[in-house]
């Protein structure tokens, strides 16, 4: 029986080795084709290399991705910088009443609800969202950080503790949502469960439901945004520290640095290029923030019976399209190109920012 | 300060169970103040030593004791040595000035002493105009001058050098040697110098240990180490150009060499490796005869290629005592600078 599995295993061995051969002789055969065309092209002068300039093949070569973003980035955008001109313009039967410059942007800037709160609400989309990226971004890459740091020195265990860190990454962000809203729930939620435990009153303590406070059902946002977003910066974290060379946290320790130092001094730094990428790329996301609120509070963007409203810019843009005021697609496309400007000069900061900071 | 390794031993297991013996049972005792030399072939151990003097690597066995104090467990940074490792490990984010003063950094020093010693140190090994660069922009050697200003700028107490000079061009390679030597002196810190320049390890050393394959092969002043080699492998290892090594054969205690009588020695019959360096041969009318197979000049001295049992065996002579018509030559050797070992343990059997 031993001996049967021995030869099978063998006879295997012996046809993979076959095939390997082929492959390398097809190779080999091609290549040798590959290099008469090309000699017999060079005699005669036709090589097609030296004919066309390295952007023409560069362009050929990328004209795929091109073709694509084209269609479904470029195009819109394009579109959206001419729709902006449009004054009261009506999707359902496409008419406008004329042109304007800026009449769409002043609409969205003086819009109540935008920046500014309207009279019977406590907030606006862009303070909404503005407090979204600036509490969660900071606090989740740091807490990304230190997990990262933390995993990486630990041994036992490791990769359960790495899959279990990834996992929201995987897991849809609807359903998180919904498990969030659970457990925030007034009644039997495990929040006010765990909070009662240690004597606090909790009897009507409302996070996302029927008159929770701005301030409890912003931080439930918060709080979801962040957990949301913490596995895939520590994936991209933990990968580049452990990229780092082991002789230098050696040469740290022959110094005699202290664990926290060598944490600022010689982690970060290192992998001061991935951090930038993780803070820009988070700023842009944490910007176009929408799935989360609707997955905690609804399309309304808001617990019911509250006088605030939790709406992020992208909201405010959509209702445009679908909501309440469906339809002026002006309006919308100025929006998105106000948040587009928002993101643009807040890249460009950070750029700056990364030059004196970022070690390449 | 005395640093002692006791039966020191580390094996390393890869994931198939393989065991690599990289060092073995290491006893060494060096001198509160001395320079020693760690002297050995690529892959015998000789870093791995150092890790392990340094806390960097844990021993399989054995004990390291630094004066009094057993260290063995002690984490790297509560032992206050100085590294250089063999590939720098420079921060590469940090300008030179920067990854000299951070040692300074981790320790109570004042801000104004920590930056004068930074700037002297960087003088001293000739980096003080690239203190603002980072070491990406330097060349090797010059990284290599910043790893050692940096192991040396928090004054250790004991210094560990992984082969500090391999980088350098052979002019500042020797300057280095001097400079090292005279920082060593000065400053009395017991030093490790790990290197496979046998010729370096020789001229620096105030002691030499020799390791192959983990093992300690001699452990001797430079001086004695060349003249008495403990076995065929030191032998061979020190000296250039090498040893002549060849196959002999000893009766009635005579040492018989192309089926002639070469000379008396007092052990049993048998076969002996014979050693017998180039540069002690002697140009003598009355010496043993040998037919020259090709002569060389270089410069000086004159090499003198010819047969001993088969082998090639190359003389280094005196370039006025041998002519270049010359068919034969007869050459003496003196009777302490034959050396005879031990076919199968490879130990010397006529010295010490
Ligand atoms: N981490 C490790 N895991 C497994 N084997 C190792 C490890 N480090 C070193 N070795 C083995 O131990 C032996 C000694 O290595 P070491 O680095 O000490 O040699 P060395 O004398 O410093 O050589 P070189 O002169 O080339 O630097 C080698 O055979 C090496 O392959
Ligand atoms: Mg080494």
Not at chain 1, 159 to 173: A, G, K, M
Request: proline residues 4%; hydrophobic residues 45%; contains cysteine.
């Amino acid at each position: 029986m031993g001996n049967l599995f021995k030869n099978a295993k063998r006879f295997l061995i012996k046809i993979g080795n076959v095939i390997k051969n082929i492959f390398w002789n097809i190779r080999r055969i091609l290549n040798n084709y590959k290099r008469k065309i090309s000699n017999f092209l060079d005699k005669k002068r036709l090589n097609p290399a030296g004919k066309f300039p390295g952007w023409a093949k560069a362009l050929l070569y990328l004209s795929p991705a091109l073709i694509v973003l084209a269609i479904f980035t470029f195009w819109p955008i394009i579109n959206s910088f001419a729709l902006v001109v449009y004054e009261n313009y009506n999707m359902s039967n496409n008419t406008i009443t004329g042109y304007t410059l800026f009449g769409n942007f002043i609409r969205v800037l003086t819009d109540e609800s935008f920046i500014v709160p309207a009279s019977h609400t406590a907030s606006s989309a862009v303070i909404n969202t503005l407090i979204i990226v600036f509490i969660s971004v900071p606090i989740s890459i740091f807490l990304a950080l230190a997990i990262s740091v933390a995993l990486n020195s630990i041994k036992p265990l490791k990769s359960f503790f790495q899959t279990i860190y990834f996992l929201p990454y995987v897991t849809n962000t609807i359903a998180i949502g919904l498990v969030f809203a659970y457990m925030f729930k007034t009644d039997g939620g495990l929040v006010n469960e765990f909070l009662s435990f240690f004597g606090i009153q909790t009897d009507g303590l409302s996070w996302v439901e029927s008159n929770a406070v701005y301030w409890r059902s912003m931080f439930v946002l918060i709080f979801y945004s962040i957990w949301a977003s913490l596995a895939f910066k520590i994936m991209v974290f933990l990968t580049s520290i452990q990229g780092i060379d082991k002789q230098y946290y050696q040469a740290a320790a022959i110094d005699a640095t202290p664990k926290g130092r060598i944490f600022s001094k010689i982690t970060v730094p290192l992998i001061s290029p991935m951090i930038f990428y993780i803070t820009v790329t988070s700023v842009i996301g944490a910007f176009k923030i929408y799935n989360a609120i609707v997955a905690l509070f609804g399309v309304t963007g808001a617990p019911p019976g509250v006088s605030y409203n939790l709406q992020s810019i992208v909201m405010y843009i959509y209702q445009f399209i679908d909501g309440s005021n469906a339809g002026n697609l002006s309006v919308a496309a100025a929006g998105s190109l106000i948040l587009f400007a928002i993101i643009l000069v807040l890249t460009i900061v950070q750029m700056q920012v990364s030059k004196k900071r970022v070690h390449y | 300060m005395e640093l002692r390794l006791e039966n020191l031993t580390k094996i390393f297991t890869n994931k198939n169970g393989q065991e690599t013996k990289a060092v073995d049972s290491l006893d060494i005792t060096i001198e509160s103040g001395t320079l020693v030399g760690l002297l050995g072939p690529s892959g015998c151990g000789k870093s791995t030593t150092l890790f392990m003097i340094a806390g960097l690597v844990k021993p399989t066995t054995g004990k390291i004791f630094f004066g009094d104090d057993d260290v063995t467990k002690l984490a790297p940074e509560k032992r206050g040595i100085g590294l250089v490792f063999q590939n720098y490990a420079l921060y590469p984010h940090m300008t030179v000035f920067k990854n000299i003063l951070f040692p300074l950094e981790n320790m109570d020093v004042p801000r104004d002493e920590a930056f004068e010693r930074v700037k002297a140190m960087a003088n001293l090994v000739g980096i003080g105009e690239l203190l603002d660069r980072k070491p990406s922009q330097l060349s090797g050697g010059q990284q290599q001058r910043v790893a050692i200003a940096r192991a040396l700028v928090k004054k250790p107490r004991v210094l560990l050098l992984d082969e500090p000079l391999s980088n350098l061009d052979a002019r500042l390679r020797l300057q280095m040697r001097e400079e090292i030597k005279r920082i060593q002196r000065e400053t009395g810190i017991t030093t490790i110098f790990v290197t496979h320049d046998q010729e370096e390890a020789m001229s620096i050393s105030d002691k030499m240990v020799v390791l192959d394959f983990g093992k300690e092969q001699q452990y001797d002043p430079p001086q004695d180490m060349y003249n008495s080699p403990d076995n065929l492998f030191v032998a061979k290892f020190l000296g250039n150009p090498p040893i002549n090594s060849f196959e002999a054969e000893v009766k009635n205690k005579k040492l018989i060499i192309n089926e002639k009588p070469f000379m008396q020695v007092n052990i049993p019959d048998g076969l002996y490796d014979v050693g017998m360096r180039p540069e002690n041969f002697r140009v003598k009318e009355d010496g043993f005869q040998t037919t020259v197979k090709e002569i060389f000049h270089i410069g000086r001295d004159t090499m003198i290629h010819f047969d001993f049992n088969g082998k090639n065996v190359r003389a280094l002579v005196d370039s006025e005592s041998i002519n270049d018509k010359q068919k034969t030559v007869n050459l003496t050797i003196k009777t302490e600078r034959v050396y005879l070992f031990d076919k199968q343990t490879g130990k010397v059997v006529n010295h010490g």
